[in-house]
């Protein structure tokens, strides 16, 4: 540091010399050369007066031109050059910068050549290798004719200049010597507290953000190192608050459900993790170019199209695929009106809104099926029974039938309120071990009656103390209702086969049985609320259509699952997975 700083200094004094002499230099060497180029100018005055002479000899021309020029005292080359630069007089043979006869090369490329062709009048000024001298050359066209080139040696000028230069050396070196000798006396005072803005200045830049510098006195440096204190302390404050606010940025924008990504010129300001999970694509990082895929593309349109109209727009983008994914999408510019911003987008997944939206409206159409067709042969019936006197045979039968239709409006609306529960039911808290083989044998002598009445035959085959944790009652009603489909969908001396067993943690609960069997079409939907394979037979039979919705739900309940493998024909197995209870005792 010192030695740069008494460098500097005696750099200072040696540039304040040099300046003074480099200012006058160019002033000289101005005036000489106004005064050559004066001199040039008037001659080729006089001589382009009478282009014709030229044009008739301009050999003799250039020879008398210059021996004139020779006796007033002016030492004058005169070259008279063709049109197609090929010189057609010359008052010199061997006077060439190429140290050739002229009339053996041509002048085109000349520089005065080249500016006169432009502006009428060009000049140059270059060194002689055949005469040993430097030359200021003059050119002056004549539009259709030829080019009048005069030169004049300028070694006068070039004398000037280095006795100049020759005296600027040497005020510079007694400069340097004496600027030597005041820069050693000013460094050390000045170097020791730079060196210790510097040293904290490092400090800092390297992530030391509590570093300061330690300088004391009032004097210009003493009031430099405590402004960098107060600056280093508020850039510390700074940075913090940034980083606190960067890290609840980065919180916010994670934790959120939508994807958030701000795109600038195609490529992206930012983005979220959710950001890279709707759009497909783990590697998107800042910096990188949206549009990688038709997903992408359609949203970059989008985001384009916000920044052109210059406020916000909303649209929907539809992601083909199994099964088709629905985004909406909101995109804004930042700081609308100014050139050159960014524009923020908002994705959301709104596939699973819209799929309950479908199942709200199919569900209300259901239940409004499903309630107005007993209600409206409740009030056919008893319309029936107003319209005129029924014997007692007749009067029975509507009673009979009366009273298998609220029976089935009352079983509709316990479903109803089982599933509605269910549904809400985050957990059960009633519940307990239960014993699956003794809900099992329970449930299956409940429904033996049904089942003889069906000719169907009831098998079950367990393995002892299956215990999961489950309400007793559920766990029936989830059994009653695998049990009595099959025993509704079967066939004439068919089979119902319920078996039960233990595996890798869980316990298995299959129903096979040997009806009907459900066509593979209807196998995604099979637990849908209200969905029937055959409608007219579920009707028949007195199905609700809500049974397997039950099973389903109390199974995710219990965080189970059920599932289904069927055969037109052959038959069905049902198959419930639900997690074994911690301990082995069942309950009393």
Same mark, same amino acid.
């Given at each position: ?21 480099? &200012? ?9 050369? !106004? ?12 001589? /382009? ?8 000899? =301009? ?54 050549? *080249? ?22 050359? %003059? ?30 050396? %040497? ?6 010597? %004496? ?30 953000? $509590? ?11 003493? +009031?430099? %190192? ?30 959120? #459900? ?11 300001? &930012? ?7 709707? &759009? ?40 083909? $695929? ?45 239940? /409004?099926?499903?309630?107005?067709? =007993? ?31 609220? +029976? ?12 509605? *529960? ?10 307990? =071990? ?9 449930? @299956? ?38 049990? !009595?489909?099959? @025993? ?8 119902? /086969? ?25 196998? #995604? ?9 055959? /409608? ?19 199974? $995710?309940?219990?965080?189970? #699952? ?7 024909? @052959? ?18």
């Amino acid at each position: 540091m010192k030695r740069r700083l008494m460098l500097f200094n005696v750099s200072v004094v040696v540039a304040g010399l040099a300046a003074a002499f480099l &200012l006058a230099l160019p002033l000289v060497r101005g005036l000489m050369y !106004e005064e050559f180029t004066r001199r040039l100018d008037t001659s080729l005055a006089l001589m /382009t007066s009478s282009p014709q002479t030229i044009r008739e000899n =301009p050999q003799s021309f250039a020879l008398l031109e210059s021996q004139a020029l020779q006796q007033s005292g002016q030492q004058m080359r005169v070259s008279i050059i063709g049109l197609d630069g090929n010189v057609l007089g010359d008052s010199t043979v061997d006077g060439s910068e190429e140290g050739e006869n002229p009339f053996n090369s041509n002048h085109l490329d000349r520089p005065e050549i *080249q500016q006169a062709l432009k502006d009428g009048h060009g000049y140059h000024s270059r060194y002689s290798q055949s005469v040993g001298e430097t030359f200021l050359y %003059a050119a002056t066209y004549i539009p259709g004719y030829f080019f009048v080139r005069a030169a004049l040696p300028i070694t006068e000028l070039e004398d000037v200049m280095n006795r100049i230069l020759l005296f600027l050396l %040497a005020s510079m070196v007694l400069g340097t010597a %004496a600027a030597c000798l005041i820069a050693m006396a000013n460094s050390r005072r000045i170097t020791r507290p730079l060196m210790a803005l510097t040293s904290a200045a490092v400090k800092i830049s390297g992530g030391d953000l $509590g570093s300061r510098a330690t300088v004391n006195g009032k004097h210009e440096l003493g +009031e430099l %190192a405590r402004a960098f204190n107060q600056m280093a302390d508020t850039t510390q404050k700074t940075i913090e608050e940034l980083h606190r606010k960067h890290r609840q940025l980065q919180g916010v924008l994670q934790g959120m #459900d939508d994807g958030v990504l701000a795109v600038s010129k195609g490529s992206l300001l &930012l983005l979220n993790d959710r950001a890279r999970e709707l &759009l497909e694509d783990p590697t998107l990082t800042e910096g990188s170019p949206l549009g990688g895929n038709l997903l992408q593309n359609r949203l970059l349109d989008l985001i384009r199209s916000a920044k052109r109209q210059g406020g916000p727009i909303r649209d929907t983008i539809l992601c083909p $695929g199994t099964p088709e994914r629905i985004l909406n999408v909101y995109a804004a510019p930042l700081n609308a009106g100014k050139s050159g911003e960014g524009t923020l987008a908002v994705i959301s997944d709104v596939t699973e809104m819209r799929r309950l939206q479908q199942l709200r409206s199919e569900f209300v159409a259901n239940v /409004t099926h499903e309630l107005k067709t =007993p209600l409206t042969s409740i009030r056919g019936f008893i319309e029936l029974l107003k319209s005129g006197d029924r014997d007692e045979e007749t009067r029975r039968y509507f009673y009979d039938v009366l009273d298998i239709e609220a +029976e089935r409006l009352h079983h509709l609306i316990d479903d109803m309120l089982v599933l509605s *529960q269910i549904e809400n039911a985050k957990e059960d808290v009633s519940a307990v =071990p239960c014993n699956v083989e003794q809900s099992l044998q329970s449930t @299956i002598e409940q429904l033996r009656p049904m089942a003889e009445k069906s000719r169907v035959t009831l098998e079950l085959s367990s393995e002892h103390d299956i215990l999961v944790p489950c309400s007793p009652t559920r766990l029936q009603q989830m059994f009653r209702n695998l049990i !009595e489909n099959a @025993i509704k969908y079967n066939k004439q001396n068919g089979r119902v /086969t319920v078996t039960a067993l233990r595996q890798r943690g869980m316990a298995v609960i299959r129903v096979a049985d040997t009806g009907i069997g459900i066509p593979p079409e209807h196998l #995604d939907r099979l637990f849908e609320r209200f969905y029937r394979v055959d /409608t007219s037979r579920s009707r028949e039979i007195g199905g609700t259509g809500l049974g397997l919705s039950i099973v389903k739900h109390l199974a $995710g309940l219990y965080n189970g #699952d059920v599932s289904v493998e069927s055969t037109p024909d @052959i038959g069905s197995v049902f198959t419930v997975h639900l997690p074994l209870a911690a301990n082995n005792k069942p309950a009393s």
